[in-house]
Every structure is written in C-alpha cells, then in structure tokens.
C-alpha cells in the first residue's frame, strides 16, 4: 500500500522567511513523487516532479529515501506563495495517491 | 490550449437525484480519474481508466459509476445522491511513459441537499 503523509494541515509564515512543507511517504518500491499547488479557486497544477530535480517559481524539493521523505522549501517565501500544497506518490499502477494538502499563507 | 474540460461547474441536487459529471480531454491522454476533494483528506480516488475501455475501482467508488465513453470523454455518475457526497470533484488525465503528470480539470462543486 502507498501512503502520503502532510503533517501540518496549516503553516504560516511572513514574507521574506524560509518555508518548509513536510511530506513523507510510505512505498515499497521506487516512487515518483510530485507536489502540486491549488491557488485559491483554481485547478491543481504540478509545481514540480522529483525525477526533474528542478526549481519552480523557488521552489526545490529532494527525494531522500533514507528518510522517505520529498519536503518541499523556499529560501524566501512570497506573499503569491499562499496557496493548498499537496504531495503526491505514483506507484506502479501509476495512480497518484494524495497527502492531505497544507494550507500555505504568506504573511505581509 | 484547453487541457481537461469539467462540466458543470457546479451543481446542487436533492437526495436521491440522479446526475452525471462530464470530462473531456484533448491532449490524446490515455488514462483519466475522477478524485473527490474533501477538506482535511486531500484528495481521494474514486475511479480511474488506464486506457479507452477499461475502467477500474479507486480507493471510494462507493456510490458512483464511471464510463469511459470513448478516450477523450470519461464521466461520472451518480445514481442516487446522497448529502455524503457532497464535494469537490476533480477529472485528471495523464499521457503514457514514466513520470508524466496528471493534467486537472477545474472541478465541479456539487451540493447534495
């Protein structure tokens, strides 16, 4: 069974400061981890994939199996970062399995 | 560019009315899902089509039927609504090969009075 856990369902932080959104997960093979982002009243959007090992709009995430773990973080959060934040597995059946999402607001 | 297409946007029904969600997509994606979003559970998979024809169960099909009309088109159905499903409702899709995203909808709200 694949599992995504988002321990913190709300997480505030001001402008300007770092931000960190946990994300762990449960697989026992070798997963394909995703992080989308929903701004308020829009669709979900990939913000971006492991495998890619890029940046996004600041944003990098690290698959460390060790820890089974892909936190998402920015060095320096914006206020248009506040938004739904969700971690998300692929397994071998190539669904997506979704964490409980963490509510990002980026205080002025 | 539409990507994937929901309709309605939103919809109110009485308990025990019938209804059907609509999705479509241009992208020529093989596999399509309908998710729910609830608050506080993320988002849960109710039905998914690894490809036209073929439709499998997700983690809360309970409650719903799903047809895979042809591979643009994959719908939703309600048979009998009940105030417990009422929700968000998302259709994604997905192209072939390794570590390719889902495309989403922009959902559809539905309220069940």
């Known amino acids: 069974a694949q599992r995504v856990t988002q321990p913190e369902k709300l997480l505030s932080v001001f402008k300007g400061a770092p931000v960190e959104l946990k994300c762990n997960y449960s697989?026992?093979?070798?997963?394909?981890l995703f992080w989308y982002v929903q701004y308020s009243r829009q669709r979900l959007q990939l913000l971006l994939r492991h495998i890619s090992r890029e940046s996004i709009k600041g944003f990098t995430a690290d698959l460390n199996k060790g820890e089974t773990s892909f936190h998402l973080k920015k060095p320096f959060a914006q206020e248009e970062d506040s938004a739904m934040y969700y971690c998300a597995l692929s397994g071998s059946a190539r669904q997506l399995t979704f964490g409980s999402g963490t509510q990002l607001t980026v205080l002025p | 560019n539409a990507g994937v297409t929901q309709t309605p946007k939103f919809q109110v029904l009485k308990t025990g009315q019938s209804m059907t969600l609509q999705c479509a997509q241009d992208?020529?994606?093989?596999?399509m899902y309908w998710y729910r979003q609830d608050p506080g559970m993320g988002l849960r998979l109710i039905y998914y089509s690894a490809s036209e024809g073929t439709t499998d169960k997700g983690e809360v099909p309970n409650g719903y039927n799903v047809s895979r009309l042809n591979k643009r088109e994959f719908s939703l159905r309600l048979e009998s609504a009940a105030p417990s499903q009422t929700s968000v409702y998302f259709c994604?899709?997905?192209?072939?090969?390794?570590?390719?995203?889902?495309?989403f909808g922009d959902g559809t709200r539905l309220s069940i009075l």
């Open positions: 994604a899709s997905r192209g072939t090969g390794g570590f390719q995203p889902q495309h």
């Open positions: 992208m020529n994606h093989n596999s």
């Open positions: 697989y026992s093979g070798s997963p394909e």
